[in-house]
């Protein structure tokens, strides 16, 4: 089935510094990305949407120059948090369809980012 | 609907009893829906799905229900398991247009011995 791969798993950051993780899917390509977030015992946050070659699309709330994402390949995704907090420290979690839904969503298994 | 900012809800049941857990959704327009496993410090696991124009799909031991008119999906588990200790989200998209997937509030699931 449809694998999408997530880097790294967990990571470990000083206040200030910026935090690369990406997504990639491994058996298919990707048209479009989800980013979310999920704090302890909350819900996944969509954060924003991504399509290859074109710029994300932001839920309302998050800020787009301090949550990077770019989507340059049909298989790689990557979501850069810039001058990281603490606030920041969360689970991040990518998406990936293949053109449709038809095919389902493949979700990687997340990022757990703390930020000291 | 759009997740909120509060702690899970929690449904505690007896092992081999059956489990319900009950989601509500917001946007009328959603016509996809998704039941969803998510165990400690891992991604969402695919559970079953089910799309507007049923009302009732069943999977291995596991029914989900969708009820538009009051806008509420519930996932029935049968004869729940140890390994069914999870947190379970609905989701919700549309087929069409930007297919975003978005995560209901969640239940926390706690099997009983």
């Known amino acids: 089935g449809a694998v999408v791969s997530q880097h790294p798993s967990r990571v470990i950051c000083k206040s200030g510094t910026s935090v690369k993780i990406e997504c990639r899917s491994l058996?298919?390509?990707?048209?479009?990305m989800f980013w979310y977030r999920q704090f302890p015992k909350q819900s996944l946050m969509l954060m924003a949407t991504?399509?290859?070659?074109?710029?994300?699309?932001?839920e309302q709330g998050v800020e787009k120059d301090k949550f990077l994402i770019n989507h340059a390949s049909l298989t790689l995704s990557t979501l850069t948090v810039t001058s990281a907090h603490p606030e920041d420290s969360s689970f991040y979690i990518c998406?990936?369809?293949?053109?449709?839904?038809?095919?389902?969503?493949?979700f990687g298994s997340g990022t757990r980012l703390t930020v000291v | 609907g759009e997740s909120v900012g509060l702690h899970l809800p929690t449904l505690s049941v007896q092992e081999g009893d059956n489990s319900i857990i009950n989601c509500a959704y917001s946007?009328?327009?959603?016509?996809?829906f998704i039941w969803y496993k998510q165990e400690s410090g891992k991604g969402p696991q695919f559970i079953i799905d089910?799309?507007?124009?049923?009302d009732k799909r069943q999977g291995q031991r596991v029914t989900v229900l969708l009820n538009k008119t009051v806008k509420h999906l519930s996932l029935q588990i049968a004869a729940t398991q140890p390994g069914d200790s999870a947190v379970y989200f609905c989701?919700?998209?549309?087929?069409?247009?930007?297919?975003?997937?978005?995560f209901g509030q969640g239940t926390r699931l706690t099997i009983n011995p």
């Open positions: 998406s990936a369809i293949l053109g449709t839904i038809n095919y389902g969503y493949t």
């Open positions: 058996d298919f390509q990707a048209t479009t």
């Open positions: 991504s399509n290859e070659g074109s710029k994300a699309t932001y």
């Open positions: 946007n009328s327009a959603s016509d996809y």
């Open positions: 089910i799309r507007s124009n049923m």
């Open positions: 989701a919700e998209s549309q087929i069409q247009g930007a297919q975003k997937l978005v």
